[in-house]
T-cell receptor, first 117, second 108 residues
């Protein structure tokens, strides 16, 4: 149980285009999902907290107009990287907290590797 | 100062060795603590929670010292399959804060 999927697993796009990444909780409902970014040899950094039916909460330094988050259902959150640039190339990982779960309970997706050329 | 700090390593050890990882955190209000394991180009996976009383899971022992804001992980009789990056993770207000990770390479 507690499986989270991400799609796509890998994407290569040209500079200036937009990329959408989907995060799905497959066997549980998740009111809250999280989006992280990880650069090579660095830690996972929380980008934003996504809440079903409401606006996402972004961490300091993360541009909300560049990283659009939509959490329209209890099993799906999407992250759209708008006008992507090479410096946005990274490993993007989502996690989902089961509705009613403990504050620290998060199940991670397998990640999406984004390369912007 | 980073909220969670770890020695990045790498730690290169022979099979069967005992290896210890350390971690410090800055937010004294942090509520819960974990060690995760991350294999290359994969998502992090929960290894174990960490309690003040210390806890053990097979070859792995974790310890928390709240007074000094210090967390440790001990791996005994290391196996080749233990090679990975070990992430110290702190729950602060419902957010998981990750350390940079300590890379472990176990050699035959």
């Amino acid at each position: 149980g507690a499986v989270v999927s991400q799609h796509p697993s890998r994407v290569i796009c040209k500079s200036g285009t937009s990329v959408k990444i989907e995060c799905r909780s497959l066997d549980f409902q998740a009111t809250t999902m999280f989006w992280y970014r990880q650069f090579p040899k660095q830690s996972l950094m929380l980008m934003a907290t996504s809440n079903e039916g409401s606006k996402a909460t972004y961490e300091q330094g993360v541009e909300k107009d560049k990283f659009l988050i939509n959490h329209a259902s209890l099993t799906l959150s999407t992250l759209t990287v708008t006008s992507a640039h090479p410096e946005d190339s990274s490993f993007y990982i989502c996690s989902a907290r089961p509705t009613g779960g403990l504050s620290y309970e998060q199940y991670f997706g397998p990640g999406t590797r984004l390369t912007v050329t | 100062r980073k909220e969670v700090e770890q020695d990045p390593g790498p730690f290169n050890v022979p099979e069967g060795a005992t290896v210890a990882f350390n971690c410090t955190y800055s937010n004294s209000a942090s509520q819960s603590f974990f060690w995760y394991r991350q294999d290359c180009r994969k998502e992090p996976k929960l290894l174990m929670s960490v309690y003040s009383s210390g806890n053990e899971d097979g070859r792995f022992t974790a310890q928390l010292n709240r007074a000094s804001q210090y967390i440790s992980l001990l791996i005994r009789d290391s196996k080749l399959s233990d090679s990975a990056t070990y992430l110290c993770v702190v729950n602060s207000g419902g957010k998981l804060i990750f350390g940079q990770g300590t890379e472990l390479s176990v050699k035959p």
